[in-house]
């Protein structure tokens, strides 16, 4: 996994989603001169600061390819969730863990659990919020990893789960 970005790449900065390097700049960071990337997350236009030291250690990452896609694909497609018995607000914090890790897969796991869940029962408000959010990251990263649309991939990832409601 490089860590190593340049003005124009894209990678993935954890809970907001795909970000473009607009910048690279040296600092004044706690006393020392530190370089930091300047990363825009495309959703929000949010501007970050990354020191490029501390890069994979925040999470930011490389944008999947398209291997990854169908690894993704694979987990929202699955359907052997496990039986929740668990509280909304323990599932809720359990779910943003995984969101905040950044990883696709993690994130994917977190819509096809909701979806499959919101198929049985009401998810609570701040379930349904996390549900558009880990769908909003995924259609995000993949329209980019396939050169794609966003409303194709996400009809294609709503697809996958108006079968499972049905």
């Given at each position: 996994?490089?860590?190593?970005?340049?003005i124009g790449d894209?990678?993935?900065?954890?809970?907001?989603?795909?970000?473009?390097?607009?910048?690279?700049?040296?600092?004044?960071?706690?006393?020392?001169?530190?370089?930091?990337?300047?990363?825009?997350?495309?959703?929000?236009?949010?501007?970050?600061?990354?020191?490029?030291?501390?890069?994979?250690?925040?999470?930011?990452?490389?944008?999947?390819?398209?291997?990854?896609?169908?690894?993704?694909?694979?987990?929202?497609?699955?359907?052997?969730?496990?039986?929740?018995?668990?509280?909304?607000?323990?599932?809720?914090?359990?779910?943003?863990?995984?969101?905040?890790?950044?990883?696709?897969?993690?994130?994917?796991?977190?819509?096809r659990d909701l979806?499959?869940?919101?198929?049985?029962?009401?998810?609570?408000?701040?379930?349904?919020?996390?549900?558009?959010?880990?769908?909003?990251?995924?259609?995000?990263?993949?329209?980019?990893?396939?050169?794609?649309?966003?409303?194709?991939?996400?009809?294609?990832?709503?697809?996958?789960?108006?079968?499972?409601?049905?």
């Amino acid at each position: 996994m490089k860590q190593q970005f340049t003005i124009g790449d894209k990678a993935v900065y954890p809970v907001h989603g795909v970000a473009e390097v607009v910048a690279m700049e040296m600092r004044d960071i706690g006393g020392s001169q530190t370089n930091v990337y300047i990363l825009k997350i495309i959703e929000t236009g949010l501007k970050i600061m990354v020191p490029t030291a501390n890069a994979g250690t925040v999470g930011l990452r490389d944008l999947i390819g398209s291997k990854q896609v169908k690894e993704v694909y694979a987990i929202l497609k699955s359907r052997d969730v496990p039986r929740d018995t668990q509280t909304w607000n323990r599932r809720y914090r359990e779910y943003m863990e995984k969101i905040k890790t950044g990883s696709i897969f993690e994130i994917a796991e977190v819509l096809r659990d909701l979806s499959v869940l919101r198929a049985t029962k009401d998810l609570s408000f701040g379930e349904r919020r996390m549900l558009e959010s880990a769908r909003t990251l995924l259609v995000k990263e993949i329209a980019f990893a396939k050169s794609s649309t966003e409303d194709k991939v996400a009809a294609e990832i709503d697809a996958m789960f108006a079968k499972a409601a049905a």
